[in-house]
T-cell receptor
Framework: GNSVTQMEGPVTLSEEAFLTINCTYTATGYPSLFWYVQYPGEGLQLLLKATKADDKGSNKGFEATYRKETTSFHLEKGSVQVSDSAVYFCALSYDRGSTLGRLYFGRGTQLTVWP | DADVTQTPRNRITKTGKRIMLECSQTKGHDRMYWYRQDPGLGLRLIYYSFDVKDINKGEISDGYSVSRQAQAKFSLSLESAIPNQTALYFC??????????????FGPGTRLTVL
């Protein structure tokens, strides 16, 4: 079946530190991969996505590269800010047949950035 | 104004009561979803609807029902609430034809407590 595994949190960093949140997936075929972010008290919003192997998604200084050979989509940012404190979810969508459009989420990783 | 709205935002109820959570969207999307979020478990899909006449069960539909009253409205009901349905509930929408099958837009969530 389809599933996503992401690193457990919480992750605590100082401002300007480098961030990596690991995400690996299991899927049949060629899923699209996503990172969603949930700020305190809000719903999820799309951070970035990649739809095929070797694509790099990027937004707000965050990047993730779709690695089919390692079935991974790790999230990185070179210099985090306090405002990046949130919960980050890795997700996949497998657009075949009856599962078209469904998102499968990882458990989320809480990131806290201290000034 | 928010594109995806949920009412109520918070609800406390008692075991055995019937509860309805409502979702409305102004994005013109055909696809709507209900998820629940529990700490450490990420988001799990309850039901989804690809159009007004299409309703599908997700991973955890037992104890829930839905109604798609119109393209813009998708309600989730708990016929007889129980304490382990205490969670944060999110509605989401997506539109396959305009932006691809995958990007989902989330409402702000409804925090439900069942005593």
């Amino acid at each position: 079946g389809n599933s996503v595994t992401q690193m457990e949190g919480p992750v605590t960093l100082s401002e300007e530190a480098f961030l990596t949140i690991n995400c690996t997936y299991t899927a049949t075929g060629y899923p699209s991969l996503f990172w969603y972010v949930q700020y305190p008290g809000e719903g999820l919003q799309l951070l970035l996505k990649a739809t095929k192997a070797d694509d790099k998604g990027s937004n707000k200084g965050f990047e993730a590269t779709y690695r089919k050979e390692t079935t991974s989509f790790h999230l990185e940012k070179g210099s985090v800010q306090v405002s990046d404190s949130a919960v980050y979810f890795c997700a996949l969508s497998y657009d075949r047949g009856s599962t078209l459009g469904r998102l499968y989420f990882g458990r989320g990783t809480q990131l806290t950035v201290w000034p | 104004d928010a594109d995806v709205t949920q009412t109520p935002r918070n609800r406390i109820t008692k075991t055995g009561k019937r509860i309805m959570l409502e979702c409305s969207q102004t994005k013109g999307h055909d696809r709507m979803y209900w998820y629940r979020q529990d700490p450490g478990l990420g988001l799990r899909l309850i039901y989804y609807s690809f159009d007004v006449k299409d309703i599908n069960k997700g991973e955890i539909s037992d104890g829930y029902s839905v109604s798609r009253q119109a393209q813009a409205k998708f309600s989730l009901s708990l016929e007889s609430a129980i304490p382990n349905q205490t969670a944060l509930y999110f509605c989401a929408t997506s539109d396959f034809t305009r932006e691809g099958a995958d990007t989902q837009y989330f409402g702000p969530g409804t925090r439900l407590t069942v005593l």
